[in-house]
Nanobody, 119 residues
Framework: QVQLVESGGGLVQPGGSLRLSCAAS????????MTWYRQVPGKERELVAT????????NYAASVKDRFTISRDNAKNTVYLQMNSLKAEDTAVYYC????????????WGQGTQVTVSS
C-alpha cells in the first residue's frame, strides 16, 4: 500500500521557519519525482517546489524562491521542504506528491499538513 505522510506543519510567526517532511512507503521512491504543492480554500492548488529523482534539479514557484528549499533523502524515502522567512501569504495546506518517471498518470498524494503564518 502506497503512503505519503506529511509532518512538520503548525503555527509560526511571520519571519519564522518550519521544516516539512514527507515520508514515503509502498513504492520505489527513486523512480518518482517529488513535489510540494499548497492550497488555500477557494484557490487553485499551487506548485511550490519540485525535485528530480536524484535530487540534482530543483524548481520553485517565484513566490517562494530564495526562501524555501526542497531536498530529498533517498536512503530514508523522505522529501523535505525547509521554509524560511515565512509570510502570511504562505498559509495553506501543504501536500506531498510523487510522480512516476515512466508514466505521468501515476501520481500519489499525501494527506496534507496545515501551515499557518500569523502573529
Amino acid at each position: 500500500q502506497v503512503q505519503l505522510v506529511e509532518s512538520g506543519g503548525g503555527l509560526v510567526q511571520p519571519g519564522g521557519s518550519l521544516r516539512l517532511s514527507c515520508a514515503a512507503s509502498g513504492f520505489t521512491f527513486t523512480n518518482y519525482m517529488m513535489t510540494w504543492y499548497r492550497q488555500v480554500p477557494g484557490k487553485e492548488r499551487e506548485l511550490v517546489a519540485t525535485i528530480s529523482r536524484g535530487g540534482g534539479t530543483t524548481n520553485y514557484a517565484a513566490s517562494v524562491k530564495d526562501r524555501f528549499t526542497i531536498s530529498r533523502d533517498n536512503a530514508k524515502n523522505t522529501v523535505y521542504l525547509q521554509m524560511n522567512s515565512l509570510k502570511a501569504e504562505d498559509t495553506a495546506v501543504y501536500y506531498c506528491n510523487a510522480k512516476y518517471a515512466f508514466d505521468s498518470s501515476r501520481n500519489y498524494w499525501g494527506q496534507g499538513t496545515q501551515v499557518t503564518v500569523s502573529s
